[in-house]
């Protein structure tokens, strides 16, 4: 088929011709999350996430949901991606259980005030209902899946992104950690694939230092998303904006 949809979130295309940049927010509390949301906002990402298994009041619905509204006016158009890692996917501990998980993302799709919820391909069955709930409030869903621990093979990493595809999601994305430069390899090899097999935009990354290069060049081979450092980091290997920003502009410049 070939990942021919492009998503249009507020101003920007994601899986059009340019890459985007990602910044995460990590703050723990409300004053922290916005504090760093206005400081990485005046480096024009093109998305900025929160992170919110970061944020200590993710018990509190009422307080999670009137942050990201207070976050959506400091970030004005930039749109908003809401994250609630796993502890086993590389997330912060949270008192949440699953089922509590797929509430809040529900009900942050429903308030409207982010643009696109993640959701891990992991949840199975929660996904549906949790796609439905981001149609109701015209968000986007991103379904991934995350290696801290290594990387499967080309095999699973695309059949992984083909059942993102199945369960609705506008976004798969995959990242993994390699131990080698073959893993890294393996990862823009399976991107590569997915984008010629799947219709969706698809973000894939490898982490720690040996995959820094698919944060500067996984686009050529069809990762729509970078993740780069704005004030903190939230996984290993992401490197700073600006930096990211530069090479991205020399590798479009001569790659047309
Ligand atoms: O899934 C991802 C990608 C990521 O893990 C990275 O490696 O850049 C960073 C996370 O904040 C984000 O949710």
């Given at each position: 088929?070939?990942?021919?949809?492009?998503?249009?979130?507020?101003?920007?295309?994601?899986?059009?011709?340019?890459?985007?940049?990602?910044?995460?927010?990590?703050?723990?509390?409300?004053?922290?999350?916005?504090?760093?949301?206005?400081?990485?906002?005046?480096?024009?990402?093109?998305?900025?996430?929160?992170?919110?298994?970061?944020?200590?009041?993710?018990?509190?619905?009422?307080?999670?949901?009137?942050?990201?509204?207070?976050?959506?006016?400091?970030?004005?158009?930039?749109?908003?991606?809401?994250?609630?890692?796993?502890?086993?996917?590389?997330?912060?501990?949270?008192?949440?259980?699953?089922?509590?998980?797929?509430?809040?993302?529900?009900?942050?799709?429903?308030?409207?005030?982010?643009?696109?919820?993640?959701?891990?391909?992991?949840?199975?069955?929660?996904i549906?209902?949790?796609?439905?709930?981001?149609?109701?409030?015209?968000?986007?869903?991103?379904v991934?899946?995350?290696?801290?621990?290594?990387?499967?093979?080309?095999?699973?990493?695309?059949?992984?992104?083909?059942?993102?595809?199945q369960c609705g999601?506008?976004?798969?994305?995959?990242?993994?950690?390699?131990?080698?430069?073959?893993?890294?390899?393996?990862?823009?090899?399976?991107?590569?694939?997915?984008?010629?097999?799947?219709?969706?935009?698809?973000?894939?990354?490898?982490?720690?230092?040996?995959?820094?290069?698919?944060?500067?060049?996984?686009?050529?081979?069809?990762?729509?998303?970078?993740?780069?450092?704005?004030?903190?980091?939230?996984?290993?290997?992401?490197?700073?904006?600006?930096?990211?920003?530069?090479?991205?502009?020399?590798?479009?410049?001569?790659?047309?």
């Amino acid at each position: 088929m070939g990942s021919s949809t492009m998503v249009k979130v507020r101003n920007i295309l994601i899986g059009g011709e340019k890459p985007c940049i990602c910044v995460p927010v990590i703050g723990v509390d409300r004053e922290q999350v916005l504090r760093e949301a206005e400081e990485v906002c005046r480096k024009k990402p093109d998305l900025i996430e929160w992170r919110a298994d970061f944020f200590q009041a993710i018990h509190d619905q009422n307080s999670v949901l009137a942050t990201a509204k207070e976050l959506r006016n400091v970030t004005e158009d930039i749109p908003i991606l809401f994250t609630v890692r796993s502890e086993r996917e590389g997330g912060q501990p949270i008192p949440l259980d699953g089922q509590e998980v797929q509430q809040l993302i529900e009900a942050i799709c429903k308030s409207r005030v982010v643009d696109l919820v993640d959701y891990e391909l992991a949840y199975g069955e929660r996904i549906a209902p949790v796609r439905r709930a981001a149609d109701e409030g015209g968000v986007r869903l991103v379904v991934s899946r995350h290696y801290f621990d290594g990387t499967p093979s080309k095999e699973t990493l695309v059949a992984e992104m083909r059942q993102a595809e199945q369960c609705g999601a506008d976004i798969a994305k995959v990242a993994v950690m390699p131990k080698s430069p073959q893993d890294v390899l393996t990862l823009l090899q399976a991107t590569e694939e997915a984008r010629r097999e799947l219709s969706i935009p698809l973000i894939t990354m490898a982490m720690g230092g040996l995959g820094a290069i698919t944060r500067l060049a996984g686009w050529l081979f069809g990762s729509a998303v970078t993740f780069a450092v704005g004030k903190q980091s939230s996984a290993p290997g992401q490197i700073p904006i600006d930096e990211v920003r530069t090479v991205l502009s020399i590798l479009q410049m001569y790659s047309q």
